[in-house]
């Protein structure tokens, strides 16, 4: 199975922190299940501004079957 992310939004930054990083997306499988992980970093912030990341934070989010379809209509017709 082949999934292609396609940049659709802006994360905004959790409440806590300034700025929020996107570095890393994980798939995995249970069952009949798929889920994506996103792993992403939050910078300090604050006055004066602290670039040093305080949090490393997850999100999950199930993988649809028309999450599927589209991802393979992308890779069928090369729009990535």
């Known amino acids: 199975m082949r999934i ?7 994360v905004e930054p959790d409440l806590d922190t300034s700025t929020t990083h996107l570095p890393e997306a994980f798939v995995w499988r249970e069952g ?3 889920w994506i992980y996103v792993f992403y970093s939050c910078q300090a912030g604050g ?4 670039f040093r ?5 997850t999100m999950r989010r ?3 079957s028309e999450d599927l379809a589209v991802s393979q209509a992308i890779v069928q ?3 990535y």
Do not use: C, D, G, S
């Open 77 to 79: 017709r090369n729009l």
């Open 47 to 50: 006055e004066p501004y602290n």
């Open 32 to 34: 009949k299940t798929t």
């Open 4 to 10: 292609v992310l396609k940049f659709a939004a802006q």
């Open 62 to 64: 199930r993988v649809t």
């Open 53 to 57: 990341y305080k949090h490393i934070r």
